[in-house]
């Protein structure tokens, strides 16, 4: 308390107490007790100020609605599946039909709709081969990411603090894993074993060729946390609270879970976002090349594989899977931002 502000309660006869002088204690106003904001609640203000993290959510969660219960429902209103083959669906050039083209199904002899057209050349619903494409896709680069996470966020961490041994073990993995041709390992899996892989799918769970790319992924992925995890925990590593938690012989084991641990959340959660959209252009390209997600199975990597055969004549085939990919990668890199700044403590409230 200021001299003039002493003064001025000496004069208006108030007595001064022990608790003008208390401290820490929050200044009584008009609305009441003012109270701290804790960390999360922190982070929630600063990202709910972002409008386009907040667009990318709710653009998220839509799709994963879209393409899960809304394929379903989408398939038991058009009464057919993604792999339903109708061979009148080719105009007189045998090229597909566009958008809202009705079809006849020789199997029940109903005329049913085509709500994007046909795929190619065998006639099947684009529209429920993309929402199914969707659910691959999306299967495929969440997996991938919480796997991925899982070992490099333990090898980084233990590699961060032990440092050593440990982290020259955990480097010398990190190095050869990077010097390794992920392309060839892929086409090599795709040759060999692919075939039985690709028939993994946990009862139905999952889809066709999904294990297959999750594997793929994780060999080769997991090294990108593990660097940025060590990083973070070799820094962390020589914070007074950790040194204050050695001499209270806290077990090391402790200290990663309860010490080290809640400081990594914003980078595995930042991260986490990003990679799911590097895994989803990812799964995209390898389907592209033939060596993903294997026909008849969907998922917007092989749509794309097929639409370069009309590109001049059917151009949608091309639009429609390559917005997918697009509005989906940008949406988890958009919040991926948001998260980032959340987390920041420097950003304003």
């Given at each position: 308390?200021?001299?003039?502000?002493?003064?001025?309660?000496?004069?208006?006869?108030?007595?001064?107490?022990?608790?003008?002088?208390?401290?820490?204690?929050?200044?009584?106003?008009?609305?009441?007790?003012?109270?701290?904001?804790?960390?999360?609640?922190?982070?929630?203000?600063?990202?709910?100020?972002?409008?386009?993290?907040?667009?990318?959510?709710?653009?998220?969660?839509?799709?994963?609605?879209?393409?899960?219960?809304?394929?379903?429902?989408?398939?038991?209103?058009?009464?057919?599946?993604?792999?339903?083959?109708?061979?009148?669906?080719?105009?007189?050039?045998?090229?597909?039909?566009?958008?809202?083209?009705?079809?006849?199904?020789?199997?029940?002899?109903?005329?049913?709709?085509?709500?994007?057209?046909?795929?190619?050349?065998?006639?099947?619903?684009?529209?429920?081969?993309?929402?199914?494409?969707?659910?691959?896709?999306?299967?495929?680069?969440?997996?991938?990411?919480?796997?991925?996470?899982?070992?490099?966020?333990?090898?980084?961490?233990?590699?961060?603090?032990?440092?050593?041994?440990?982290?020259?073990?955990?480097?010398?993995?990190?190095?050869?894993?990077?010097?390794?041709?992920?392309?060839?390992?892929?086409?090599?899996?795709?040759s060999t074993a692919g075939s039985?892989?690709?028939?993994?799918?946990?009862?139905?769970?999952?889809?066709?060729?999904?294990?297959?790319?999750?594997?793929?992924?994780?060999?080769?992925?997991?090294?990108?946390?593990?660097?940025?995890?060590?990083?973070?925990?070799?820094?962390?590593?020589?914070?007074?609270?950790?040194?204050?938690?050695?001499?209270t012989g806290a077990s090391d084991?402790?200290?990663?879970?309860?010490?080290?641990?809640?400081?990594?959340?914003?980078?595995?959660?930042?991260?986490?976002?990003?990679?799911?959209?590097?895994?989803?252009?990812?799964?995209?390209?390898?389907?592209?090349?033939?060596?993903?997600?294997?026909?008849?199975?969907?998922?917007?990597?092989?749509?794309?594989?097929?639409?370069?055969?009309?590109?001049?004549?059917?151009?949608?085939?091309?639009?429609?899977?390559?917005?997918?990919?697009?509005?989906?990668?940008?949406?988890?890199?958009?919040?991926?931002?948001?998260?980032?700044?959340?987390?920041?403590?420097?950003?304003?409230?």
């Amino acid at each position: 308390m200021s001299t003039t502000s002493q003064s001025s309660d000496v004069l208006s006869g108030r007595e001064l107490g022990e608790a003008d002088f208390a401290p820490g204690v929050a200044p009584e106003t008009q609305q009441g007790q003012v109270q701290a904001r804790g960390y999360w609640e922190q982070v929630w203000r600063r990202f709910k100020r972002d409008r386009v993290a907040l667009a990318s959510v709710c653009f998220l969660i839509v799709l994963v609605l879209v393409v899960y219960p809304g394929a379903w429902i989408a398939e038991r209103l058009v009464g057919h599946g993604p792999n339903d083959i109708f061979p009148d669906a080719l105009d007189d050039g045998l090229l597909p039909v566009g958008p809202m083209s009705r079809v006849t199904n020789f199997e029940t002899g109903e005329t049913q709709l085509l709500i994007l057209g046909a795929d190619g050349t065998l006639g099947r619903d684009e529209f429920l081969r993309l929402l199914y494409g969707g659910r691959v896709s999306l299967q495929v680069a969440v997996i991938s990411t919480f796997i991925v996470m899982m070992i490099g966020v333990t090898l980084g961490a233990v590699a961060g603090y032990y440092r050593g041994w440990a982290d020259t073990i955990v480097a010398r993995m990190t190095e050869i894993t990077m010097a390794f041709p992920a392309l060839l390992f892929a086409i090599a899996l795709a040759s060999t074993a692919g075939s039985r892989l690709n028939n993994i799918t946990f009862g139905g769970l999952l889809g066709n060729g999904v294990v297959t790319l999750v594997l793929v992924f994780t060999i080769f992925g997991w090294y990108y946390p593990a660097r940025i995890i060590r990083a973070k925990v070799f820094s962390l590593r020589e914070k007074e609270f950790i040194e204050a938690a050695l001499m209270t012989g806290a077990s090391d084991l402790r200290i990663i879970r309860s010490h080290l641990l809640p400081h990594l959340v914003a980078p595995i959660i930042v991260y986490s976002t990003l990679i799911v959209a590097t895994f989803i252009l990812s799964e995209a390209a390898l389907s592209f090349l033939g060596v993903g997600i294997q026909l008849p199975t969907a998922s917007w990597g092989n749509l794309l594989a097929e639409a370069p055969n009309y590109y001049t004549t059917v151009p949608l085939l091309m639009l429609w899977p390559g917005l997918a990919v697009v509005f989906t990668t940008l949406a988890f890199n958009l919040l991926g931002d948001g998260l980032r700044d959340a987390f920041d403590p420097r950003s304003r409230l």
